[in-house]
């Protein structure tokens, strides 16, 4: 495919990317996905403007890609099911296993508004994957995003069932852009702040949060798992953790190449 040509620069930049992540048990910066390329089976159709994650178990429910030239003015929601079995890479390309036909058809998302439950019903069913929201797992199901679904499973099973239906539990999705930035208040002060999310490339969930310690531009990036944050207060702009100052600074040190410099 000619949109894979030319990738050379690319190849090494992704193999630095995979090296890295070997070593942290597959683990993906987050803001080195930022602008890379969307390629469909049959061409481009745009590149990762941001993610949504879930807020209660930190994982990513969603990619968000502008479409640029292809649609204009459209973007659109990309679960991880499209990706198949892990994040696959040609060169800065991420590979996603639908015709630009079934994207250009999915159902339509304003961004200016949350996503709500109604609208993930009918975009899961579009596309006949499993509820991610049914089951005790991760994903549903299981612990991974999957594309084959088991014999006779309709993601719409339990909305065509007779009889009163449950009310719709919030998503609770929220974008990895917005959150960039967000204090980190440790149990004694502010700690830091939160400039990057470390991902799992098979399950996508968010193990670790990226924190800048001490000043804004000079300081220390330490990593600290998702699982020690309390709570995120939106309207404060602040993630709350289980830790103190001194827990926080002492982290594992995080240190990753600037956002498109060279390998």
């Known amino acids: 495919m000619k949109w894979i040509e030319g990738r050379a620069k690319g190849l090494r930049q992704a193999a630095a990317c995979l090296i890295y992540s070997e070593r ?12 890379d390329k969307l ?13 949504y994650f879930d807020d ?54 304003d961004l200016h508004k949350p996503v709500s439950r109604q609208y993930e019903e009918e975009y899961y069913r579009y596309y006949g994957w499993p509820y991610y929201w049914q089951g005790d797992g991760l994903w549903g199901m299981g612990g991974f995003p999957i594309l084959e679904l ?8 339990a909305a065509a069932a007779g009889g009163p239906q449950p009310q719709r539990a919030d998503a609770h999705l929220r974008s ?12 004694d002060g502010i700690a830091g702040h939160v400039c990057d999310f470390m991902m799992d490339t098979e399950n996508w969930a968010i193990r670790q949060l990226v924190i800048r310690t001490g000043h804004p531009f000079s300081g ?10 309390d709570r995120i207060g939106y309207e404060e702009s602040t993630m709350f953790v289980n830790l103190t100052k001194e827990a926080v600074e002492q982290s594992a040190a995080c240190d990753l190449p600037p956002v498109g410099a060279a390998i």
């Open 24 to 35: 942290n048990s597959m683990l993906r910066s987050i803001k080195t996905l930022y602008r």
């Open 39 to 51: 390629g469909a089976s049959d061409g481009e159709i745009g590149h990762v403007n941001d993610f």
């Open 56 to 109: 209660r178990n930190w994982v990513i429910r969603y990619v968000v890609a502008d479409t640029g030239s292809w649609l204009p003015g459209r973007q659109v929601l990309l679960s991880p099911h499209a990706f198949g079995s892990s994040l696959q890479e040609v060169g800065k390309d991420l590979l996603v296993n639908l015709t630009r036909k079934q994207i250009e058809g999915s159902p339509s998302i």
């Open 150 to 157: 088991p014999p006779n499973h309709l993601p719409s099973n």
């Open 176 to 187: 990895t852009q917005s959150v960039n930035g967000y204090h980190l208040q440790a149990s």
């Open 220 to 229: 220390k990036d330490v990593s600290i798992p998702a699982g020690k944050v």
